[in-house]
């Protein structure tokens, strides 16, 4: 008996059809995908290929097209979706967001089918390039871009955090529309956050003074935004 490996190949190759880029799969189709029938299921011929002349793919792990070819099956074109997680966003390089290409949710954030969820994608980045999200935490934007993926671009915030933050976006944007998230606050506003946090009121307590996010205010606070402006006091 021939090795399994090889009469897999073999039938791999009689649905192939190799142009110079993509190889084509003119066998059986689901959703647009070629499938084979192996061991007497149905497997996608794009993941039979990668694991043939790649690597074994790990449990749930997506594969991602680089062609967007839903019938091609070249190994080359596919990579397992965390190490290519980049392909999914374009970086803009006036705003430094990373903005999610794909599919969105209805409050316009990205989402992204990872290793057999539906997630939230700036989540997916964030536990990738920063740490991981504690149970019960909200990962926010400091750059208001719902589609932003920028780990630097994304904190750990608590429910009531998001709330207070979204309603003072809204607030802002109503009342201003201005498109930079730190450019909303005045100088004179600034200061004044500074000589309150200095005369002992609490971030939260500063926060509830002001009609700006909690970040906005934090940062502020802690010196991170605003450094021209720094007065002395508690740092
Ligand atoms: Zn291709
Ligand atoms: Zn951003």
Redesign the pocket.
């Known amino acids: 008996m021939p090795p399994l490996k090889a009469s897999i190949e073999e039938r791999l190759a009689k649905y192939t059809k190799k142009t110079d880029?993509?190889w084509l799969w003119i066998g059986a189709t689901c959703e647009g995908y070629g499938i084979i029938g192996i061991k007497g299921q149905s497997s996608p011929a794009r993941r039979i290929y990668y694991e043939l002349y790649k690597n074994k793919i790990p449990a749930h792990e997506c594969l991602l097209?680089i062609?967007k070819?839903k019938l091609?099956v070249?190994p080359d074109?596919h990579f397992l979706q965390d190490e290519k997680l980049e392909f999914y966003i374009k970086k803009n390089d006036l705003t430094n967001c990373w903005e999610w290409l794909r599919n969105t949710n209805n409050k316009n954030y990205g989402m992204i089918c990872h290793k057999g969820k539906m997630r939230l994608a700036h989540r997916v980045f964030y536990e990738k390039y920063k740490n991981e999200i504690p149970r019960g935490m909200n990962v926010c934007h400091s750059c208001d871009n719902s589609k932003c993926c920028n780990p630097e671009h994304l904190f750990l915030g608590t429910q009531a955090d998001n709330v207070h933050d979204m309603e003072n976006k809204k607030r802002d944007n109503k009342s201003k529309g201005e498109k930079h998230f730190k450019a909303k606050i005045s100088k004179k506003e600034v200061m004044e956050v500074r000589k309150k946090f200095n005369e002992g009121t609490t971030i939260r307590e500063v926060y509830h003074l002001f009609n700006y996010s909690y970040q906005t205010i934090y940062y502020i606070c802690i010196n991170k935004t605003w450094k021209h402006l720094i007065i002395l006091g508690r740092h």
Do not use: D, F, P
Request: net charge neutral; charged share 0%; aromatic share 0%.
């Open positions: 880029t993509c097209s062609c070819n091609c070249n074109h």
